[in-house]
C-alpha cells in the first residue's frame, strides 16, 4: 500500500522519524517530535486505522500516511521509527525496521516473550541501529537527581529498594474486561522493574515473589484479571526491593521510588502536581496528576529528544557528551525488566518464588546494550 499524500510537508529537520500506531501513546509522542523534539521532525504516521492515523498526522502537519508499517520500512527519507502499536506486534516490528536499516524506539514491553525479544535484537545487533526502550522514568527530574546521588555513592550500597505505580481511578475499572492478561506485570511493574535495576545498577535480579489479585474488580478474578500487585525481588548484590501496583488510586496518578543504603535514603517522586499545599477549614489538600501524559510530560519528551540525538549521532559519526551515570535505556535494559516481568507471571501461578534469567545469556543483548549508554 502507498502512503496517502494530505499535504506538503516542508521539515528540513535532520532526524525523521515515522511513527507506527496512532494510539493514545503514539498520538503523544507524536506531538512530542512535531512540537518539542528540536531537530527531529514527525515524517510519517503508520496505523492499520488509518482514518486514525491520517487524523494524528493532518493534527501534527504531517504530510504521510498509511496503513501499513512496511511503507515506512521502506521510506529512504526515514532515519528511525517509534513503535507505539499494541505489545503483541513490537517484536516483529523491532526486527523490520532493523533489517530496513531504521533506528529504533519502542514502547514497553519491547516483546511478550524472551524468545520474541532475543530474535528481534538479534536483528538489532545485525544491523548495528540505535535501540532505545520506553522506560520514561529515567528521564524525570526527581529520578534522575536520585539516581545521581546514587551514581555518586552518596547512598552507600543500596540495602533495600522501593518502587511503587499507582494508576488513577474511581474505584472501579469500566474497561477491565479488554485489558489483556498479565497487563500488571507486563505494563505497569515493568517500569518498576526498570526503575529498581537502575538505581541498583551494576547488580542482576536474580529471584523475584510475585503476589497478585482482583481487588478493585474482584467480579473479574475467576477470568484471570489482576489489578493489584506486589512483588518482591532480590539481587545479586544481597539488596532486596519491593515493586508495588494498583489500577484505581483515588487520589491521582502516584508513583515514586526509594533507595536505602548505608549511608542513607534517598526518594524520587511525589503524589501531588507540585509542592504547592493548600491549608483550610477542611484540612490540608494538594492537586495531584492524573494521566500520565500529566506526570511525566517533560519526561516523554526527553527520551525522545535523547532517542533523537542518539540517531543524529550514529547518522553523522559525531560523538556524545557522556555524563555522569548510565541514563539511555537499551537492549539489555529492555530484556532484563521483560525477564522480571515473565518471572512474576509464572511465580503468581506456581506461588512460590521464581528464578529471573540472566541478561548475560544473549550475546547480541550485551553487545547491543553499549547503544544504549
Given amino acids: 500500500m502507498a502512503y496517502i499524500e494530505q499535504h506538503s510537508a516542508g521539515f528540513p529537520t535532520p532526524v525523521r522519524i515515522g511513527l507506527i500506531g496512532s494510539g493514545w501513546m503514539g498520538a503523544f509522542h507524536g506531538e512530542s517530535i512535531a512540537r518539542r523534539v528540536p531537530g527531529a521532525v514527525l515524517a510519517a504516521v503508520a496505523d492499520p486505522n488509518v482514518d486514525s492515523a491520517a487524523s494524528v498526522a493532518a493534527q501534527l502537519g504531517t504530510a504521510k500516511v498509511t496503513a501499513d508499517a512496511a511503507d515506512i520500512m521502506a521510506d529512504p527519507d526515514i532515519d528511525a521509527v517509534i513503535i507505539a502499536s499494541p505489545a503483541r506486534f513490537h517484536a516483529s516490528l523491532i526486527a523490520q525496521a532493523a533489517a530496513a536499516g531504521k533506528h529504533v ?44 546521588d546514587l551514581a ?21 475499572i469500566g474497561h477491565a474486561a479488554r485489558i489483556p492478561a498479565w497487563t500488571i506485570f507486563l505494563e505497569t511493574l515493568i517500569h518498576d522493574f526498570d526503575t529498581l535495576n537502575w538505581f541498583n545498577e551494576g547488580a542482576e535480579p536474580v529471584e523475584v515473589y510475585a503476589v497478585a489479585d482482583a481487588l478493585v474488580e474482584p467480579g473479574l478474578r475467576d477470568q484471570g484479571f489482576l489489578d493489584t ?17 494498583n ?60 532517542f533523537a540525538a542518539a540517531v543524529r549521532a550514529r547518522r553523522d559519526g559525531t560523538q556524545r557528551p ?20 515473565l518471572a512474576c507471571i509464572e511465580s503468581v501461578q506456581q506461588g512460590g518464588p521464581v528464578a529471573v534469567p540472566a541478561v548475560s545469556s544473549n550475546s547480541a543483548v550485551s553487545s547491543n546494550s553499549k547503544a544504549g549508554v
Fill in 229 to 245: 500487585a506486589v512483588v518482591t525481588i532480590r539481587y545479586s548484590n544481597g539488596a532486596l526491593a519491593v515493586a508495588e501496583a
Fill in 105 to 148: 524506539f519502542c514502547e514497553k514491553p519491547a516483546a511478550q516473550s524472551l524468545e520474541e525479544l532475543d530474535a528481534a535484537l538479534f536483528a538489532v545487533d545485525a544491523a548495528g541501529v540505535h535501540f532505545q526502550i520506553g522506560f520514561n522514568r529515567r528521564y524525570a527530574t526527581d529520578f534522575q537527581a536520585a539516581k545521581k
Fill in 322 to 341: 557522556s555524563g555522569a551515570f548510565t541514563l539511555t535505556p537499551g537492549a539489555a535494559d529492555a530484556r532484563r525488566a521483560l525477564a522480571m516481568a
Fill in 247 to 306: 489500577f484505581s488510586a483515588l487520589y491521582g496518578y502516584d508513583v515514586r521510588g526509594e533507595v536505602f543504603g548505608s549511608k542513607g535514603m534517598v526518594q524520587a517522586g511525589r503524589p501531588t502536581e507540585t509542592a504547592a499545599l493548600r491549608y483550610t477549614a477542611e484540612g490540608l489538600s494538594a492537586e495531584t496528576p492524573r494521566l500520565n501524559v500529566e506526570l511525566f510530560r517533560d519526561a516523554y519528551t526527553d527520551e525522545l529528544a535523547d
Fill in 152 to 172: 555518586g555513592g552518596i547512598v552507600g550500597e543500596p540495602q533495600l529498594l522501593r518502587s511503587l505505580t499507582r494508576d488513577p481511578g474511581t474505584g472501579s
